[in-house]
Nanobody, 128 residues
């Protein structure tokens, strides 16, 4: 069972940037599909970005973050990253990474139900 730990959250001004990291406990991390989710008060957890385990590392993004956020992975370091540029106040949330080793259709990669393993989350706050 993989354990995940997020880091890199913080407070930035509108338009700023942050880079989140999701480090895994297992050397088999390369066999996992990984996604970033976020949750703000009184809202459901929503998918932000995902990257698959295959060699082509296919990615999926929520419309709200497309062209601003970039997900990537370094399997040698057992880490998945989320580069966030052009941050807006509405991006304020707790960001979670999640992983699972089963095959996921591309259109399901941002669904909460597809992931069994979750980190504790890291807070991102964007002020106007």
């Amino acid at each position: 069972q993989v354990q995940l730990k997020e880091s890199g959250g913080g407070s930035v001004q509108n338009g700023g940037s942050l880079k989140l990291s999701c480090a895994a406990s297992e050397n088999t991390y390369k066999r996992y599909n990984v996604a970033w989710f976020r949750q703000s008060p009184n809202k459901e957890r929503e998918g932000v970005a995902a990257i698959d385990r295959d060699k082509d590392h296919q990615t999926e993004y929520a419309d709200a973050v497309a062209n601003r956020f970039t997900i990537s992975r370094d399997d040698a370091k057992k880490t998945v990253y989320l580069q966030m540029n052009g941050l807006k106040p509405e991006d304020t949330a707790i960001y979670y990474c999640a992983a699972d080793s089963h095959a996921i259709y591309s259109w399901d990669m941002l669904r909460v139900e597809e992931y069994r393993f979750w980190g504790q989350g890291t807070q991102v706050t964007v002020s106007s």
